[in-house]
């Protein structure tokens, strides 16, 4: 939580229709366009720094500009901050703003400067509000975290400096080689003290527009919940000629009518569609658009099942007594349950209820962090994290990690892993079946579709008689309110859950791995019913001792990038092990139709403003783009690349302070 980013599992089947940023296209580009298409969540608020929701972020990221933002290579560029320079022991990053960038209201009104001051005032913000994504920063900016925890009062002791109005320096407590990629996220954001004085409790607000100000490529125009949310160019933006889209249009879909994403795209109200293969629709799209019908390249974003690890509401369940509960309790502590279902769940028939059979494996992801994040030694971390898993047993010996391919699905393996369970479990007095609460939103169809494949596999390879997953359907708001929005682990009602996924916040291991850290006092550990700081028997019960005390000593390591690296893939290995969390798609690898620009966005592999759903520099062409298109501008874009990747790289030094 593009978190980390803290996705709604809807996100997935609905919101990755476009490509990345832009080559050679012989389609005529339309001129003072407009973006139509649907978002999937409102925000709970619009204070872009107390929120770690993707909910929230991709709304105020068209907004509000930082420090930097992605170029359309994945590099990070000059935004708010026009350079930058780092010290020799990497502690103190020092960045020097343009002159040209303001403050609007809502109205479009010009309303002051952006100074260096505004930084300062969005973390001590941020920490007053005990922001959702303080353990972005927590740990790293120098003090902050004895102001957070009241060992100091004063907020001149923290590691963020306003040095004049153009310059804002912060101190790190250690050095961070990735800190730069985290200054899209907007807890590092800028808030001018004046305007969040003015408004009190109700910056941010979420049903008012007008609670924040503007400095970015666009205004929220309207924000209606459950009902539409607009965007209007900033006419006043200081980069407004890579602003290509004058308005963004979003409608609200609750996943219900799978088939009027298509219906609209194709009467032309939508720009994009996704599409769904197991509708009728879908032969009359592969009719019309057959040469149009393209998949997106997998993203950041990984989505799972996770296990709840210490149940302790019960208001949405399919148990009959106190018994089934203490009995589903203790399976699920037991790890060789947990990994018969990781062994038993058949993930590809899961994705192919969105994607069709065609597409069903595109999107398949194995572990949390994807395998090609980060390189050690010039291998991918995922084959590091291949050899470091066969160590924990003969289970995981010749599994596969790659992309795009199903290496976790095993009868023989789940069978093997429920007996093993069975036998441990049945010794303390637990009773068989284990029946397992999977709370769904009833009007969620795709969603619901997933559920019921996830528990055909489940229950086929288990057998009946050990494992039953009961599907819980509810009302949006509940579903939301017990899952995705349960602000604790004791509102989290619910056995198993598909409901969130998560977005690194920057490009390290670490902000992936370290939402199930218990040891972080800001860790995302409700993921998996727990607190952070708390609940260390139930850690231990659960068999994570070895993952946490991995990931602890991974982050601890400053100094040797490879070393960290290493330290990671370990840490990864003990979580896939661990199997509290069973990992199932990533964004993009689904079919769609499109009329946005192949490759004509931002992209990063973290961070806000990375992907498709920010609209500066996003540009729409007049027809659908095509497989052809689309195969061209992706060979043009990868050279293009590798170009850019290797001058931003040599670039990095002339940042480092003589």
Not at 33 to 45: A, E, G, I, K, R
Not at 597 to 622: C, E, H, L, R
Request: proline fraction near 3%; hydrophobic fraction near 35%.
């Amino acid at each position: 939580m593009k978190k980390g980013k803290w996705l709604a599992v809807a996100g997935v089947t609905v919101l990755s229709v476009s490509v990345l940023a832009a080559c050679g296209n012989s389609n005529k580009t339309s001129k003072g366009s407009v973006y139509n298409y649907v978002y999937v969540q409102d925000p709970d608020t619009l204070d872009y720094t107390i929120s770690g929701r993707a909910s929230t972020s991709e709304v105020t990221q068209q907004a509000i500009d930082g420090l930097l933002e992605y170029d359309r290579f994945g590099n990070l560029i000059p935004s708010l901050a026009k350079k930058w320079t780092v010290s020799k022991d990497g502690l103190t990053y020092t960045y020097k703003l343009r002159d040209d960038a303001k403050w609007y209201t809502a109205d479009g009104e010009e309303y002051a400067k952006v100074t260096a001051n505004d930084f300062v005032t969005g973390v001590k913000h941020a920490a007053d509000k005990n922001s959702d994504a303080l353990y972005l920063i927590q740990d790293s900016i120098a003090g902050l975290d004895d102001y957070i925890n009241g060992k100091t009062k004063d907020f001149s002791t923290v590691g963020v400096k306003a040095l004049d109005k153009h310059t804002v320096q912060y101190t790190l407590k250690q050095p961070e080689n990735f800190w730069n990629s985290k200054l899209t996220y907007g807890v590092l954001a800028p808030v001018n003290a004046d305007f969040l004085k003015s408004k009190g409790k109700d910056f941010g607000k979420a049903s008012d527009v007008s609670s924040i100000l503007y400095n970015g490529p666009y205004l929220i125009s309207s924000l209606t919940s459950k009902s539409s949310i607009e965007f209007t160019k900033n006419e006043n933006y200081w980069d407004k000629k890579n602003v290509h889209i004058d308005n963004v249009q979003l409608t609200y879909y609750d996943g219900q009518d799978q088939e009027s994403l298509f219906r609209n795209f194709d009467k032309g109200a939508y720009t994009a569609a996704r599409l769904f293969p197991t509708t009728p629709s879908y032969k009359t799209a592969k009719k019309k658009y057959g040469e149009s019908i393209t998949y997106g390249p997998q993203k950041s974003n990984t989505f799972f099942v996770t296990f709840n690890l210490n149940r302790t509401a019960y208001g949405h369940t399919k148990k009959t007594n106190d018994k089934q509960k203490d009995d589903t309790h203790k399976a699920i502590l037991n790890k060789d349950f947990r990994q018969a279902l990781t062994f038993g769940f058949n993930r590809k028939s899961y994705s192919a209820q969105s994607a069709g059979q065609e597409g069903a494996d595109k999107s398949l992801r194995n572990m949390l962090v994807p395998p090609a994040f980060v390189q050690i030694k010039d291998q991918d971390f995922g084959k590091i994290v291949e050899k470091d898993l066969a160590a924990y047993g003969d289970q995981w010996k010749g599994i596969n990690l790659a992309e795009a391919q199903d290496g976790l699905y095993n009868k023989d393996k789940a069978k093997a892993a429920m007996a093993k369970a069975k036998e441990a479990l049945q010794a303390q007095g637990v009773q068989f079946p284990i029946h397992l609460d999977l709370p769904q939103e009833q009007t969620a169809t795709v969603l619901l579709q997933q559920a019921q494949s996830m528990k055909q596999s489940i229950e086929d390879t288990l057998g009946k008689e050990n494992v039953v997953i009961d599907i819980v359907e509810l009302q949006s708001d509940t579903y939301n309110n017990v899952t995705y929005m349960a602000e604790t682990p004791a509102q989290q009602d619910w056995d198993l859950t598909t409901a969130s996924g998560w977005s690194p916040d920057y490009t390290d291991p670490g902000s992936y791995l370290d939402i199930f850290n218990s040891k972080l006092p800001t860790a995302q550990t409700k993921f998996i019913g727990i607190q952070p700081l708390k609940d260390q028997a139930i850690v231990s019960e659960a068999g994570l001792d070895d993952f946490t005390q991995l990931v602890t000593e991974a982050s601890k390591i400053t100094n040797d990038q490879e070393a960290r690296y290493e330290k990671y893939a370990q840490a990864q290995a003990a979580l896939i092990d661990s199997a509290v969390y069973i990992p199932t798609v990533s964004l993009g690898g689904t079919p769609r139709v499109t009329r946005i620009v192949p490759y004509s966005n931002a992209f990063g592999w973290a961070g806000v403003k990375s992907d498709d759903t920010y609209y500066k520099y996003m540009k729409i062409q007049d027809k659908p783009v095509t497989v052809k298109q689309q195969a061209k501008a992706a060979k043009e874009w990868e050279k293009a690349k590798e170009k850019a990747t290797k001058k931003y790289e040599e670039s990095l030094e002339k940042h480092i302070e003589k």
